[in-house]
C-alpha cells in the first residue's frame, strides 16, 4: 500500500515525545525538499484537546472516523487502556492491508487489538516480559530496535520510534526521502544494533545466603577462572546441587552469568575510561580483544568500538 495518508490515534494520557515523533516524521510539511507532505490527521475517540499529564494539553482535530480509509494507522504510547472503538481502528486497518504503527507502550494497543498474534513484535524493553506475558501468541524480541511483520510495524522505547518511522519511509517512499527527513531531523536514517546495547542489567540479587557471597567472590574477580566444582567447594554443595540453585536463584548457568557481568564490566570501561580495546578485555575478564568482541556483540548487538563511539561521553 503506498504512504500518502497518516492517521495518529491518541489515547489519554498522551506521550507527548512518542507522539511528536510521528509529528515530526508525517506531519511537517515538507514540500520545498521535494516531500510530498502526508495527508496527516490527528485522531482521538472524542476530538479535542487530551491531557498529558505533564500541564500540556494535545489537540485531536478528528474523530476515529478520520483513519477508516488511512495508509497508517498509528498508536503512540499511552498507559490508557484503549476502548473498544480504538481497537476496532486497529483491527479494520489490519484488514483493509493499511500500515499500522505502535511506538514503545503503543503495541499494548496493538496485542489487545489482536493483530500481534501469530506475529514479531518490540517495545520497550523495560515492558517487554509484561507485553509477551499479556500476549502469547505475540513473539516479543526485547533486543531490536522495531520490527516490521507484514503491514504491523511496532518499535522499540521512545527515540527507536524514529528508526520504525524512517523505516516505513525508506521502504514506501525510498531511501532519499528517508534520508533527507532523517537530515532534518538531525538524526541518522538508519541505526545499527538494537535496545540490548541501552538495557541495563544489574547484577541478580538474591536472598541465599549460600550463593550471596559466591556471587561477590565472581564478581570481584572477573578474570579468574571459575569452575562449577571451585564455586560449589566455596558454597560447601555439590556442584550438581550449585548449578542447580544457582539457575534457580539468578535464571542463568554460572558460565552465562559470569560472561554477562564481564560485558557489564566492559562497557563500564568503554563509556568511562580511554583503555584501548585489549587492555578492557583484560580488565573486564575476556583476556583477548576477539573474544572480548564475540561475547560483546552477541551481548549487545554492537562491537565494542561502536558501542565506544555511540556512548562514550566526550571529556
Given at each position: 500500500?503506498?504512504?500518502?495518508?497518516?492517521?495518529?490515534?491518541?489515547?489519554?494520557?498522551?506521550?507527548?515525545?512518542?507522539?511528536?515523533?510521528?509529528?515530526?516524521?508525517?506531519?511537517?510539511?515538507?514540500?520545498?525538499?521535494?516531500?510530498?507532505?502526508?495527508?496527516?490527521?490527528?485522531?482521538?475517540?472524542?476530538?479535542?484537546?487530551?491531557?498529558?499529564?505533564?500541564?500540556?494539553?494535545?489537540?485531536?482535530?478528528?474523530?476515529?472516523?478520520?483513519?477508516?480509509?488511512?495508509?497508517?494507522?498509528?498508536?503512540?504510547?499511552?498507559s490508557a487502556v484503549p476502548s473498544p472503538a480504538v481497537l476496532q481502528?486497529?483491527?479494520?486497518?489490519?484488514?483493509?492491508?493499511?500500515?499500522?504503527?505502535?511506538?514503545?507502550?503503543?503495541?499494548?494497543?496493538?496485542?489487545?487489538?489482536?493483530?500481534?498474534?501469530?506475529?514479531?513484535?518490540?517495545?520497550?524493553?523495560?515492558?517487554?516480559?509484561?507485553?509477551?506475558?499479556?500476549?502469547?501468541?505475540?513473539?516479543?524480541?526485547?533486543?531490536?530496535?522495531?520490527?516490521?511483520?507484514?503491514?504491523?510495524?511496532?518499535?522499540?522505547?521512545?527515540?527507536?520510534?524514529?528508526?520504525?518511522?524512517?523505516?516505513?519511509?525508506?521502504?514506501?517512499?525510498?531511501?532519499?526521502?528517508?534520508?533527507?527527513?532523517?537530515?532534518?531531523?538531525?538524526?541518522?536514517?538508519?541505526?545499527?544494533?538494537?535496545?540490548?546495547?541501552?538495557?541495563?542489567?544489574?547484577?541478580?540479587?538474591?536472598?541465599?545466603?549460600?550463593?550471596?557471597?559466591?556471587?561477590?567472590?565472581?564478581?570481584?574477580?572477573?578474570?579468574?577462572?571459575?569452575?562449577?566444582?571451585?564455586l560449589a567447594r566455596r558454597a560447601a554443595m555439590s556442584p550438581r546441587?550449585?548449578?542447580?540453585?544457582?539457575?534457580?536463584?539468578?535464571?542463568?548457568?554460572?558460565h552465562q552469568w559470569l560472561t554477562d557481568q564481564r560485558v557489564l564490566?566492559?562497557?563500564?570501561?568503554?563509556?568511562?575510561?580511554?583503555?584501548?580495546?585489549?587492555?578492557?578485555?583484560?580488565?573486564?575478564?575476556?583476556?583477548?580483544?576477539?573474544?572480548?568482541?564475540?561475547?560483546?556483540?552477541?551481548?549487545?548487538?554492537?562491537?565494542?568500538?561502536?558501542?565506544?563511539?555511540?556512548?562514550?561521553?566526550?571529556?
Amino acid at each position: 500500500m503506498a504512504l500518502h495518508s497518516v492517521a495518529v490515534v491518541l489515547q489519554e494520557p498522551v506521550a507527548l515525545f512518542e507522539y511528536g515523533v510521528l509529528a515530526e516524521v508525517f506531519g511537517i510539511d515538507r514540500s520545498e525538499e521535494g516531500i510530498d507532505p502526508f495527508d496527516y490527521r490527528v485522531c482521538a475517540e472524542r476530538p479535542g484537546p487530551l491531557d498529558s499529564h505533564h500541564g500540556t494539553a494535545v489537540v485531536a482535530a478528528h474523530g476515529l472516523e478520520a483513519a477508516a480509509d488511512a495508509d497508517l494507522v498509528a498508536v503512540p504510547a499511552t498507559s490508557a487502556v484503549p476502548s473498544p472503538a480504538v481497537l476496532q481502528v486497529v483491527r479494520d486497518a489490519v484488514e483493509r492491508g493499511a500500515w499500522v504503527l505502535s511506538v514503545c507502550s503503543g503495541a499494548f494497543t496493538l496485542g489487545a487489538a489482536g493483530v500481534l498474534d501469530g506475529r514479531r513484535a518490540t517495545t520497550h524493553w523495560r515492558h517487554a516480559a509484561e507485553l509477551a506475558e499479556r500476549h502469547p501468541l505475540a513473539t516479543v524480541d526485547p533486543d531490536v530496535l522495531y520490527v516490521r511483520d507484514g503491514t504491523v510495524i511496532t518499535s522499540a522505547g521512545t527515540a527507536a520510534g524514529i528508526d520504525a518511522c524512517l523505516h516505513l519511509v525508506r521502504h514506501e517512499l525510498g531511501a532519499s526521502v528517508a534520508t533527507r527527513i532523517a537530515r532534518r531531523m538531525v538524526v541518522p536514517p538508519h541505526r545499527d544494533g538494537g535496545q540490548r546495547q541501552f538495557i541495563d542489567r544489574p547484577v541478580p540479587v538474591t536472598d541465599s545466603e549460600s550463593l550471596g557471597p559466591v556471587l561477590a567472590y565472581m564478581s570481584e574477580n572477573l578474570a579468574e577462572q571459575h569452575a562449577v566444582a571451585d564455586l560449589a567447594r566455596r558454597a560447601a554443595m555439590s556442584p550438581r546441587t550449585l548449578a542447580r540453585r544457582f539457575v534457580a536463584e539468578t535464571g542463568t548457568t554460572p558460565h552465562q552469568w559470569l560472561t554477562d557481568q564481564r560485558v557489564l564490566r566492559a562497557r563500564e570501561l568503554l563509556e568511562e575510561s580511554d583503555l584501548p580495546v585489549d587492555a578492557v578485555a583484560r580488565e573486564a575478564g575476556f583476556g583477548t580483544a576477539a573474544l572480548l568482541r564475540h561475547h560483546f556483540t552477541r551481548g549487545t548487538g554492537l562491537s565494542p568500538s561502536a558501542f565506544r563511539s555511540q556512548h562514550r561521553c566526550p571529556a
